[in-house]
């Protein structure tokens, strides 16, 4: 089936996003993938969960006729013709679990394809078993050709950016979004590569950091330029774009962790604080899942809505503030700092270790200028001031873990720990 689309631009426009625009002359004339910022195919792709199938919008270097195809087993099953433009908008019917969008430029020879999972993603079980080498980044702020460049130097990806990294994890500690150009195209690359690692055993695994929630909630303080453009090339608020109910890399998202433990190892973005040292892994995930599932989670940057929300919920005021302690206080999982900043909190480290049977914590949220170990090594911190410019390995060794940095230019590099 072939069909012209109608344009029903829907949706608002934020406005710190729009703020952001006219600061950056964004709102006179069109950018375009020539100007340095990328748009086309994933760079720009939006896709959102409706009735009876998607609607998927994407942007074109320079405005001409679109198309977008639903595949399902290769075969076409729906197919829509967009109208001169260099933002296209679609809606197509479908009904399958796992659907294959191909889409651009009608005249192109080169169409980007994405596969999209319909089926709402399972939530990360919170403890779980690895079975090679872990590699590990912390905050990568949309640095997606630094991301590429260490993974593809490693051997985790090949020049078409497919996985061929075996049995390893690679495992990011959150705060994928804001300040980097290229956060969308970077969510649909880990979107994509975690089907594809573990259909052989592997593992890509994203942990929520506070900019996840930041961003989801509506607080768009530190979005890009570029990214905010995105939101306001599709007539969309930037929040919008990664709703946890309707958008598909949203929902996605908020399907993520915020502490697990691989083995031995306790990852977290922030850290565990002494006020969230009691709650068990499972009680912190169904927590989280509960919570960001809420309405409320939605409002958090409109007190109006928030307040009408949480009264139609019949939460009380200390209701609220629990939640918020949880997403946003300096002692909540996403934000803790402390354990980098001090040097002072080994026995805290040492019982928030024996409470989940972990060796190591891994912590991301507070920068360093090199991937350092704390606490004679059982503490890693590897959020980096120049972000996604180095990776963390980790390598079963008979005594435990081998750890070592990889940096984007050089040889890999044991860490020396610090006290």
């Known amino acids: 089936m072939r069909r012209s689309a109608n344009r029903p631009w829907s949706g608002v426009w934020g406005c710190s996003v729009i703020a952001v625009l006219l600061a950056t002359g964004l709102g006179h004339g069109t950018p375009s993938d020539q100007d340095g910022w990328r748009y086309s195919g994933e760079f720009g792709l939006y896709v959102e969960l409706i009735e009876d199938g998607l609607e998927v919008r994407w942007l074109t270097s320079e405005p001409t006729e679109g198309v977008v195809r639903a595949l399902v087993d290769d075969v076409v099953v729906d197919a ?62 949309g640095e997606f050709d630094r991301v590429v460049s260490l993974l593809r130097g490693s051997g985790l990806i090949d020049e078409d950016l497919r996985w061929t990294g075996g049995r390893r994890t690679v495992a990011l500690l959150g705060d994928l979004f804001d300040r980097g150009d290229d956060v969308t195209r970077l969510l649909w690359f880990l979107y994509g590569l975690e089907d594809e690692a573990r259909a052989v055993g592997g593992d890509v695994l994203v942990v929520l950091g506070n900019h996840e929630v930041m961003v989801m909630s509506g607080d768009l303080r530190y979005v890009s330029g570029k990214e905010a453009s995105l939101g306001f090339r599709h007539r969309l608020s930037y929040k919008e774009m990664f709703d946890p109910r309707t958008s598909i890399l949203g929902r996605w998202l908020a399907s993520k962790p915020g502490l697990v433990r691989l083995d031995d190892l306790l990852l977290a973005h922030g850290g565990v604080s002494p006020g969230y040292l009691e709650l068990s892994l499972e009680a912190f995930r169904d927590t989280l899942e509960r919570w960001v599932a809420e309405p409320l989670f939605v409002h958090w940057d409109d007190r109006d809505s928030l307040v009408a929300t949480a009264i139609e919920m019949e939460l ?17 999982v996403l934000w803790y700092r402390d354990l980098v900043r001090s040097d002072t909190l080994a026995s805290h480290l040492e019982r928030v270790l024996d409470r989940h049977d972990a060796t190591l914590h891994v912590v991301a949220h507070t920068p360093v200028q090199s991937i350092q170990e704390r606490y004679e090594g059982r503490l890693i911190a590897v959020d980096l001031v120049d972000a996604a410019s180095e990776m963390l390995l980790l390598v079963r060794e008979a005594d435990g873990w081998g750890r070592f940095k990889i940096p984007l230019d050089g040889e890999p590099e044991r860490l020396e720990a610090l006290p």
Do not use: K, N, Q
């Open 80 to 141: 829509v013709d967009t109208e001169t433009a260099d933002a296209h908008v679609a809606r197509l019917e479908i009904d399958a679990p796992l659907v294959t969008l191909e889409y651009g430029d009608a005249a192109g020879e080169d169409l980007t394809r994405t596969r999209i999972r319909i089926e709402p993603p399972e939530p990360v079980a919170p403890s779980r078993a690895v079975t090679d080498s872990i590699f590990l980044f912390g905050d990568v702020h």
């Open 316 to 332: 009380d005021s200390a209701a609220v503030a629990r939640r918020w302690d949880f997403f946003f206080s300096p002692e909540s």
